[in-house]
């Protein structure tokens, strides 16, 4: 018996003993399983949308709380930083947003940020 | 029409609703699935328990079958993997029968055959089919959707939940002792 054979035979046989089965009629029971199912699980999820937004606003509030009770130093920085660059009209406008700064002072202003002198009008090379 | 063809019909792109989908694969996938089931676990009634149970299984996880190829692979898959739970709890209650009083497995050894068991017989092919019941499971299990069905090499993987290369190791074990069985006692 070739493999082919023993294939073809297997599969004749398989069908000829499944044809004899003959399955009772349930569709309309599955459709009411299904239905039945359907209802049990929604629920679940109309509780999940809300539970969700509320993590996310306690997730967003934490965050929020936890910058501006652990970043105090930042602000001075920012104050000072805005007291150099800034015109002195400005900076007493911009001081008291720092809370724990009384007033500007420029202490730790990195190089960059310093205000260079004005450099002179670039001359023309005098005509030859 | 065979199995297989009864279940191909129909594009993977139709409107998918889901009452609609349900109905649908129902006509299309019924019949061949407890017939499958049964050829599994050779009992109509549990194979027309676990076919249920597959389709409301389906009808929960809408979202992940949205075509019919999808749906019918899942429904496959589920038909089959019960049908394994039933075979492995009637292993594990064989087991705990034999291993009690020899005169319960006497009574069982002379029980009167099935209804079912005479159907098998009668129609034709009982050689093949009892050496089909010999095989070790998981070859017998890869075995029947693979022909059954008419299933691919890959539709068969996925089906009992193994790899392609399994399958086509299973297979080939499978119809070689198949064919020393039948060849042996002819």
């Not at chain 1, 652990?70 to 920012?78: A, Y």
């Not at chain 2, 496959?76 to 020899?102: A, D």
């Not at chain 2, 939940?161 to 297979?171: D, E, M």
Request: glycine letters at 6%; aromatic letters at 4%; hydrophobic letters at 40%.
């Amino acid at each position: 018996m070739t493999p082919d054979d023993l294939e073809g035979r297997l599969r004749e046989v398989l069908h000829r003993v499944a044809e004899r089965v003959t399955p009772h009629e349930r569709r309309t029971e599955i459709l009411a399983m299904a239905h039945h199912e359907t209802a049990q699980v929604e629920p679940q999820r109309r509780w999940l949308i809300p539970a969700g937004a509320a993590a996310w606003v306690v997730l967003l509030g934490a965050a929020v709380w936890g910058v501006s009770s652990s970043g105090g130093s930042q602000p001075e920085t920012l104050a000072a930083t805005r007291a150099v660059t800034s015109p002195p009209a400005a900076a007493a406008t911009v001081a008291p947003t720092a809370r724990q700064s009384p007033a500007p002072v420029p202490l730790a202003v990195p190089s960059h940020h310093r205000p260079r002198p004005p450099t002179p009008a670039r001359r023309e090379p005098p005509p030859r | 029409m065979t199995a297989a063809q009864g279940e191909d019909t129909g594009s993977a792109d139709t409107m998918w609703v889901p009452d609609q989908a349900l109905t649908d694969l129902y006509a299309v996938s019924w019949h061949s699935l407890v017939r499958l089931s049964w050829l599994l676990v050779r009992d109509q009634q549990l194979a027309e328990e676990r076919v249920p149970d597959a389709f409301v299984a389906m009808s929960s996880h809408w979202s992940r079958q949205q075509n019919r190829d999808l749906a019918l692979a899942y429904l496959r898959r589920c038909v089959v993997n019960s049908s394994h739970s039933v075979l492995r709890h009637r292993r594990v209650e064989g087991r705990y029968l034999s291993s009690q009083t020899s005169a319960m497995t006497a009574q069982g050894s002379t029980k009167e055959p099935s209804a079912q068991a005479r159907a098998l017989q009668s129609a034709g092919g009982a050689r093949l089919l009892a050496a089909l019941g010999h095989l070790p499971p998981r070859q017998w299990q890869v075995l029947t959707p693979r022909y059954y069905l008419d299933l691919s090499q890959s539709q068969t993987a996925d089906a009992v939940s193994i790899s392609a290369g399994s399958v086509k190791t299973h297979t080939h074990r499978g119809l070689t002792a198949l064919r020393s069985d039948v060849e042996g006692t002819s």
